[in-house]
């Protein structure tokens, strides 16, 4: 089930150009005709796009959804004001399924530097009683609206190190009962009414590039060709119904494109642990055996999945035991890393690039920072082609969207 507030968010990177010197024989030389030029380094933009309404700004608002043909508008918000920015609505209407439809808010910087992008939330108490947020204790109220959204256990701690001109930054550490991850926030700082479940993006850089940088590929179980022209990244759970169908697609999919395409695919954790009381066992578990042998976490995964419908919490934990040993590995070598830092950490950290990234549901795939919901079934089919393939072989015959979506994390 999906969020009413989907949630997305942006991060910031500045690019400065260099100018290339003169020789100095150049300057202490007189010359017949004078010397070339010499070339810039490309610059980023010194302003991003401001004004809502632009077509620059909804183009580069679209990368922040799900990939796929639709229509983007923009809607200033009646409530909630922080001094310098301008704090719109932002809806994405899909051509090919309403049930596709997404939103998310943003305070844009009238500088055009950045924008705070996420779920927007106006805290009710200081709405009626504004003042300045100047401890923690001032997050009380916000702390106690939030948890009508999240269900899961957290905490709100200040992070000024992302502190913006207005705006305090805010971690929402969320306590899944195996270790901690955080979530982005932006609290308004004058009077406390503005609060975004979110993260600040460069206006002056493409989202998807951005995103990109964000997720980290090295020591991730991976399956393809290492001179792959193509990297998708997964983040899924192994209690989702859903990721499960979506992975038996891809062996047709990675057949039918195989003459054209070589594809490497990187699997990331994603449990939904409010929902899934075992999937994060799962994951940790899945960690334990790609450290003895990177081959196992797909067999793990596999496996999983063929039995997902009828495992329990204590299930999980005999049937991985039980594939330790099957494997050549002791229970005290398992035992050892499952469910202990060096497994669990590493879930954690996915849970908490999944957020920042704007995962959602699972499954949730990227192509170059590229987001693919694989909603519908010919999508990331439709998306290859188009990207990699110039078209060829479009258009697809269509098939209807599934009637049960991606799962939800809430």
């Known amino acids: 089930m999906k969020s009413t507030h989907p949630k997305a968010l942006w991060a910031a990177t500045i690019l400065v150009a260099v100018l290339a010197a003169l020789p100095a024989a150049l300057a202490a030389k007189p010359q017949n005709k004078p010397p070339a030029a ?199 759970d192994m209690q989702c119904g859903f990721c499960k169908k979506r992975t038996k697609d891809w062996e047709p999919l990675l057949k039918k494109l195989e003459k054209d395409l070589k594809i490497r695919r990187y699997f990331k954790s994603f449990p939904l642990t409010e929902a899934h009381p075992w999937a994060f066992r799962a994951s940790a578990a899945g960690r334990c055996f790609f450290e003895k042998d990177p081959k196992l976490f797909l067999a793990w995964k596999s496996n999983v999945y063929n039995r997902q419908e009828t495992l329990t919490v204590s299930d999980v934990d005999m049937f991985a035991l039980e594939f330790a040993a099957a494997n050549g590995m002791t229970d005290e070598e398992f035992k050892s890393c499952y469910l202990r830092d060096k497994s669990a950490s590493r879930v954690l950290a996915d849970l908490s690039e999944g957020f920042k990234v704007r995962v959602r549901a699972t499954p949730t795939f990227f192509i170059d920072g590229v987001q693919i919901s694989w909603f519908q079934d010919d999508i990331m089919e439709e998306y290859l082609r188009k990207k990699f393939l110039k078209g060829a072989g479009l258009p697809l015959q269509k098939n209807p969207a599934p009637a049960a979506g991606p799962g939800s994390p809430h």
Not at 147 to 159: A, G, N, W
Not at 205 to 224: D, H, T, Y
Request: charged residues 25%; without cysteine.
């Open 38 to 236: 010499p070339a810039k380094e490309a610059q980023a933009p010194v302003k991003g796009p401001t004004n809502p309404e632009s077509d620059a700004f909804k183009t580069w608002a679209s990368e922040a959804f799900p990939w796929g043909e639709g229509k983007i508008t923009t809607e200033e918000t009646p409530q909630g004001r922080v001094r310098g920015y301008r704090i719109v609505k932002i809806n994405k209407e899909y051509s090919f399924d309403a049930r596709a439809n997404d939103f998310t808010f943003a305070a844009i910087d009238e500088f055009g530097r950045f924008a705070i992008v996420g779920d927007m939330f106006l805290n009710e108490t200081r709405l009626s009683s504004p003042a300045p947020v100047n401890s923690e204790q001032d997050l009380t109220a916000l702390a106690g609206q939030l948890q009508r959204f999240l269900r899961s256990r957290f905490k709100l701690v200040f992070d000024p190190p992302n502190d913006r001109p207005g705006f305090k930054a805010i971690k929402v550490v969320v306590d899944t009962g195996y270790g901690t991850y955080d979530i982005g926030g932006y609290v308004g700082s004058d009077d406390g009414v503005v609060f975004f479940l979110g993260r600040s993006w460069d206006l002056r850089k493409p989202i998807a590039e951005q995103r990109k940088e964000l997720i980290n590929l090295q020591g991730v179980p991976s399956q393809g060709p290492s001179d792959a022209t193509v990297t998708v990244v997964e983040y899924s």
